[in-house]
Structure formats: structure tokens, C-alpha cells
């Protein structure tokens, strides 16, 4: 039968599938829609299977904060393309990833690949996305941030959208500000740790070892060496600790004192960096 190009264009707004292919699935399909809208789910699954072993290593960071600031949500969605990345039907399915891990707030990435986007599991949506592109796409992690009694989360998506920062700030100053200023240096820092308390004892561990035997090296006195290795973790703490790190916007304070000077303090963060 003849297939009209307002059909086409029709099945082509319901699937965002090329123009061809939609034309072939509706010939195929003898002009039925819903059988068409198959063909063509079943055609994403092929192209999903035949892809599987690509490496979706571009993609975007996004965040979703509830308008209360007591929940963030970031979600890294992949692409094998930078290209397809920046395509607007690929950010907006990006965006409804995160809106529905703010909704649902996954406590895995297996819980939501589960969860329903849109009468389908996120899995299949996934599958469906890469029939429609003709890549890979995927999740590689997603983190929830609830704030604790007190607290306030603010989030922080870098120009490009491959950096991300969730902050849980506290205090009655100006949070907003304070936050995003902590978010953004935590994305240009990379720091490890929001406080000391929060750096791993094994880390701390490691430094000391490092320190010590860099000291036993340069021929310092045996009596000497743990104090060296102590001042070692000391300056370590200093540039990987984010409160302790020099605050980039004004190196003259630290963002401790930055926080200090704006009634707020931070309490902790999540970072993602696009494949990191």
C-alpha cells in the first residue's frame, strides 16, 4: 500500500527514528502504526544488541534538585559520540533520566535501570534511545544526595555539561551563592574529601608511608622522620581537602573561610566527571 509522507512524518514525531526507517517500518507493517512503532522497537534492540560491545564514553552529566533543596540527583547518560551528546533530543532524554531518579532516588544503578520511564524500565528506554540514534546509549552511575536535618543541597553543572557537583550545605547564611561557589571549585579542584575526617584512613596511611620514606631518602635523622611525614599529610590535607584548598576565585583565603565569611558550612559533596 502507499505510505503517505504525513504518516511518515507522523511515526517519525511518535519514535524520533529517521525519516527512511520509519518509512520502511510502515511498509513493513502495511500502514499499521502500533505494529510499525514494533518493527521499529524491535529494530533498536538489534542495533542495541549489535552495539553492545561499543564503548559509550561521551555522553552528559546532569542534575535534578527538588525544589527544597532536601534531595539532589546526578546521572552520568552516555553516547559513543560527542556529537550525538549535544543533539537536543538526547539532552532532553538526559534531563527525564535525572527528573526520574529524582522522583524515584535509585538506591543502585540496577534499581534504576528498573524503575519506569514512560510505561518502559529505563533499560529498554535505553535500548529503544540507541535504535532511534544508532549508538550507544547508557547509564554508567547515578548518585542520590538526600540532605540530613538542616542541610541544603545545591548542584552545579559546568559549561558543557561533563562536570558535575551536588553540595549539602548548611547554616542560615547565604547558601545558594556559598554552594555553588563550593560546587564549582570542587569541579575545577577534584579535591578527595570534603574534610579531613572525610579523607579514608588508608589514605592517610599511605601519605605517611610516602612522606617517611621520602624523608629516609633525603638522609633525615631516623628521630625526625615521622614529624616530616606528619608535615607531609599536613600539606597534602591542604591542597586535596576541599575546605582547606585555596578558594580559586580569592586565593588569599581558604574555601573555609570563604564559607566562614558567608554564614554557611558544607557538610559533603558528589562529583562526577564524564568517564572518571
Given at each position: 500500500?502507499?505510505?503517505?509522507?504525513?504518516?511518515v512524518?507522523?511515526l517519525r514525531?511518535?519514535?524520533g527514528?529517521?525519516?527512511?526507517?520509519?518509512?520502511?517500518?510502515?511498509t513493513e507493517?502495511?500502514g499499521?502504526?502500533?505494529?510499525?512503532i514494533?518493527?521499529?522497537?524491535?529494530k533498536?534492540?538489534?542495533?542495541?544488541?549489535a552495539?553492545?560491545?561499543?564503548?559509550?564514553?561521551?555522553g552528559?552529566?546532569?542534575?535534578?534538585v527538588?525544589?527544597d533543596?532536601s534531595?539532589?540527583?546526578?546521572?552520568?547518560?552516555?553516547?559513543?559520540t560527542?556529537?550525538?551528546a549535544?543533539n537536543?533530543?538526547?539532552v532532553?532524554?538526559?534531563?527525564?533520566?535525572a527528573?526520574?531518579?529524582?522522583a524515584?532516588?535509585?538506591?543502585?544503578l540496577d534499581?534504576?535501570?528498573?524503575?519506569?520511564?514512560?510505561?518502559?524500565?529505563?533499560?529498554?528506554?535505553?535500548v529503544q534511545?540507541?535504535g532511534?540514534?544508532?549508538?550507544?546509549?547508557?547509564?554508567?552511575r547515578v548518585?542520590?544526595?538526600d540532605?540530613?536535618?538542616?542541610?541544603t543541597?545545591v548542584?552545579?553543572?559546568?559549561?558543557g555539561?561533563?562536570l558535575?557537583?551536588l553540595?549539602?550545605?548548611?547554616?542560615?547564611?547565604?547558601?545558594?551563592?556559598a554552594?555553588?561557589?563550593?560546587?564549582?571549585?570542587?569541579a575545577?579542584?577534584n579535591?578527595?574529601a570534603?574534610?579531613?575526617?572525610?579523607?579514608p584512613?588508608?589514605?592517610?596511611?599511605?601519605?605517611?608511608?610516602i612522606?617517611?620514606e621520602?624523608?629516609l631518602?633525603?638522609g633525615?635523622?631516623?628521630?625526625?622522620l615521622?614529624?616530616i611525614a606528619?608535615?607531609?599529610?599536613d600539606?597534602?590535607f591542604?591542597?586535596?581537602?576541599?575546605?582547606?584548598q585555596?578558594?580559586v576565585?580569592?586565593s588569599?583565603m581558604?574555601v573555609?573561610k570563604?564559607?566562614?565569611?558567608?554564614?554557611?558550612?558544607?557538610r559533603?559533596f558528589?562529583?562526577?566527571?564524564?568517564?572518571?
Amino acid at each position: 500500500m502507499a505510505i503517505s509522507a504525513k504518516d511518515v512524518m507522523r511515526l517519525r514525531e511518535a519514535t524520533g527514528v529517521g525519516m527512511m526507517d520509519c518509512k520502511k517500518a510502515l511498509t513493513e507493517a502495511d500502514g499499521d502504526f502500533d505494529q510499525a512503532i514494533d518493527l521499529l522497537r524491535k529494530k533498536g534492540q538489534k542495533v542495541a544488541a549489535a552495539r553492545s560491545d561499543r564503548d559509550a564514553t561521551e555522553g552528559a552529566i546532569v542534575s535534578a534538585v527538588t525544589a527544597d533543596g532536601s534531595t539532589g540527583v546526578l546521572v552520568e547518560v552516555n553516547s559513543e559520540t560527542d556529537f550525538v551528546a549535544r543533539n537536543e533530543q538526547f539532552v532532553a532524554f538526559a534531563e527525564s533520566l535525572a527528573a526520574l531518579a529524582l522522583a524515584t532516588r535509585p538506591d543502585s544503578l540496577d534499581a534504576f535501570r528498573a524503575a519506569d520511564l514512560d510505561g518502559q524500565t529505563v533499560a529498554d528506554a535505553l535500548v529503544q534511545k540507541t535504535g532511534q540514534v544508532g549508538e550507544k546509549i547508557d547509564v554508567r552511575r547515578v548518585s542520590v544526595l538526600d540532605a540530613s536535618e538542616g542541610g541544603t543541597v545545591v548542584e552545579y553543572i559546568h559549561p558543557g555539561s561533563k562536570l558535575g557537583v551536588l553540595v549539602e550545605m548548611t547554616g542560615a547564611g547565604e547558601l545558594a551563592e556559598a554552594g555553588r561557589d563550593v560546587a564549582m571549585q570542587a569541579a575545577a579542584m577534584n579535591p578527595v574529601a570534603a574534610t579531613r575526617a572525610d579523607v579514608p584512613q588508608e589514605v592517610q596511611d599511605k601519605e605517611l608511608m610516602i612522606g617517611r620514606e621520602q624523608a629516609l631518602a633525603e638522609g633525615k635523622p631516623e628521630a625526625i622522620l615521622d614529624k616530616i611525614a606528619t608535615g607531609k599529610l599536613d600539606r597534602y590535607f591542604k591542597d586535596h581537602v576541599l575546605v582547606e584548598q585555596p578558594f580559586v576565585k580569592d586565593s588569599s583565603m581558604t574555601v573555609q573561610k570563604m564559607l566562614d565569611s558567608k554564614g554557611a558550612g558544607l557538610r559533603r559533596f558528589v562529583r562526577f566527571a564524564l568517564g572518571g
